[in-house]
């Protein structure tokens, strides 16, 4: 017998769909659009549907439709995988900013220092003809690795890791150049994955990686330059403590933080990166410094549907406000490298009988391409 095709399978779902709510105004028929679905136990309430297992479908009009994450999934899934000829962008541990109405992503990919590609729409990117930090300029010669840029009070720095050392180099464009003041790293012990976080009260801290248990995260607190750290508040965050992030090396590394009503929450990734099973995951805490807990639940975000190497990412809001996940995976099954860059979404969800909102990533990414 032959084999029914996807987009007949989800045709039957559309018709019935339409059969039973008649119609709407752009109502979503599946699970709710906003942050306050509620989590019972483990898992989502019965009535919603996991986007593991089922696309997103709404309704404009009576007239049922596909929601466009869900869309493109479903075109991966009917074209086998195949991308058209477009090539998709080549960034390893990848940071957007936005700034000013368009898209800036920098990672890891050249020899030569760190890369910048632009885009106005998340999904077709141009790549700057120009490293927005050459070697020239920074501390070290090779291995320039994990850029994150930030833009504050008028200029732009950029936190990043050179030759196993963090650094950090200042410009007055996103698209650089950016340079060091001084060609040094911010401290003489071997260190990566520095990322920078500013409280409400305005003390800045970095979050790092130091090769102390396999690879860990520490924080220190910044001083008013955000260039110098202030050694004395160095202060352990996460190890390896989960079975999860043990498959494949000790590795608890690529720390991202955000706040939410007065709680941190610090995102990484766990494995080694050429790891199938490199994923991300959370914790919790109550003060900047701890004590972080993971969720029982981790990862939040591992080999989602085609890709293995999932990890190494950054959170950012687009031009709509909504929160989103960049993160890089391995080029195919086989290849590790050149790792891509790809895009998701996030979301706070209430559980129902903690009543704390847990931070959710969405498997259903795009994919991004080069112009």
Known sequence: MKRISIIWICAVIVFVLQAQYGRADYRKLTAPESSDMILSGDGINSQETSAKDAFIIFEKDGTPFL????????????????????????????????????YYAY???????????TSDDLEYW??????????????????????????????FYMYYSADEHICVATGDSPLGPFKQDRHEPMMDEKAIDNSL???????AYLFFVRFTDGNAVWVAELNDDLKTLKMETLHLCLHVSQDWENIMARVNEGPFVIKRNGIYYMTYS???????????????????????????SNPLLRRPPGLFGAGHHCLFKDKNGR????????????????REM???????????NTGEYMLSISPDYRIPYVK
């Open 270 to 296: 766990a494995n080694h990166y050429q790891s199938h099973d490199y994923g991300i995951g959370v914790a919790m805490a109550n003060q900047i410094m701890g004590n972080w807990e993971k969720y029982a």
């Open 107 to 117: 990672g890891t990919s050249s020899p030569d220092g760190i890369v910048v590609y």
């Open 126 to 155: 141009t790549k700057n003809p120009v490293l927005a930090l050459h070697k020239d300029n920074s501390y070290a010669e090779r291995r320039f690795w994990a850029p994150e840029v930030y833009y504050v009070n008028g200029k």
């Open 197 to 203: 976080f500013i409280d409400d009260d305005g003390k």
């Open 323 to 338: 929160l989103c996940v960049a993160f890089h995976a391995h080029k195919s099954n086989n290849a590790v490298h050149p």
């Open 342 to 352: 790809y895009i998701t979404t996030a979301e706070f969800i209430q559980n129902q």
């Open 67 to 102: 929601s466009d994450d869900s869309a493109r999934s479903l075109q991966r899934q009917e074209t086998g995988g195949s991308d058209a000829g477009m090539k998709r962008v080549p960034l390893a541990d990848p940071f957007i900013l936005t700034y000013e109405n368009k």
